[in-house]
């Protein structure tokens, strides 16, 4: 026995920022960045905190399955960068709400973190550790992108998206893919201040090829997806939706005509919140649920893919 959602949450940050505020003090416009990636604005943190965003998701997500932050048995957390080193988010958020459990674990998996979570629950509910838990995924892009680079800062933005499950028989199946490699997308860290080490001479801003990151993102998409789909059983047609990784709408729509499917089972939410990392897809999928668009039976595959390079997908049944 696995499990199945049970209630969903997300919360994005107060301040908006839209392409024509970028292009105020970056050489871009509006229609360079919307034609290119389908991004209109983009929510970024200036007050609040990670655990902030963390925290609203969550307790909507457990108010949204009718169930007590008592009732938790675990709770993951992704993030790629925290308030903190250390303590972890989850820690801290399991303080926050006050729960009593102590399975708490963060995980950096980029942008399929949410689905690497979703699996980590799954071994957890098959060993018997577990009635309830609870994934959240929060970010905090604003705070990694350099903001004088145009090609990068007008992809991201901040939020976070959170997923309460429960013992169930909804979560069928996952697949993933790890590269290894770092070259095209990754962030380094401070040097530190160490008297006895070689400093690299790095700003720890994000550092992205966006053309390589582009064709690997087209590429493994299809390639997870129809690789599921064939070790399930299913037909392109079957599910009722693809939430894909909310990165760039081309890439989407690349995979959405390579499947023949129709655009309704393809959701977008990227021309409002940007890449969020982790979080676009735990965000999209409490965006669909609210708008009373997941009916119970449904079949929905999730894929993301980052930094790593890597990839996840899988398939739930609502």
């Known amino acids: ?25 970056l050489d871009t416009s509006d229609e360079w960045i919307s034609t290119r990636t389908g991004i209109k604005e983009r929510r970024v943190l200036t007050n609040e905190k ?14 949204n399955a009718g169930v007590g932050a008592e009732e938790l048995d675990f709770i993951i957390f992704t993030t790629m960068l925290g308030d903190f080193i250390t303590p972890s988010m989850s820690c801290l958020l399991s303080k926050r709400l006050g729960t009593v459990c102590t399975r708490v674990l963060d995980m950096n998996m980029a942008c399929p ?7 980590v629950a799954d071994s957890m509910f098959k060993a018997g550790k577990a009635e309830k838990g609870l994934v959240v995924s929060a970010e905090a892009m604003s705070r990694i992108v350099d903001w004088t680079d145009r090609s990068t800062c007008v992809l991201f933005g901040d939020g976070a998206g959170a997923a309460v499950l429960a ?3 909804g979560f069928k199946d ?22 006895y080490a070689a400093p690299a001479g ?6 992205m090829n966006g053309q390589e990151v582009y064709i690997f993102a087209v590429s493994s998409i299809m390639q997870q997806i129809t690789a599921i789909l064939e070790k399930n059983g299913m037909t392109a047609d079957e599910p009722s939706f693809y939430i894909l990784h909310q990165a760039n709408i081309r890439i989407i729509e690349s995979a959405r005509k390579k499947l023949n499917q129709p655009v309704d089972k393809f959701p977008v939410n990227l021309d409002r919140y940007g890449n969020t990392s982790s979080a676009t897809v735990p965000m999209l999928l409490d965006e669909l649920n609210r708008q009373g ?3 119970k039976g ?21």
């Open 1 to 25: 026995m696995s499990f199945h959602i049970i209630g969903t949450g997300s919360c994005h940050p107060e301040k908006r920022i839209t392409n024509d505020q970028l292009a105020e003090f």
């Open 50 to 63: 990670v655990l902030d965003l963390a925290y609203e998701a969550s307790l909507a997500a457990l108010e």
């Open 113 to 119: 973190g949410f689905i690497y979570a979703l699996d």
């Open 167 to 169: 013992k169930g028989d």
């Open 174 to 195: 996952a697949i993933f893919t790890v590269d290894g490699g770092y070259e095209n997308l990754y962030v380094p860290i401070w040097d530190g201040n160490s008297p």
């Open 202 to 207: 790095q700003k720890a801003f994000l550092k």
């Open 293 to 295: 668009r997941l009916k």
């Open 298 to 318: 449904d079949k929905l595959v999730l894929c993301g893919f980052g930094a790593g390079l890597i990839t996840g997908t899988c398939i739930l049944e609502w």
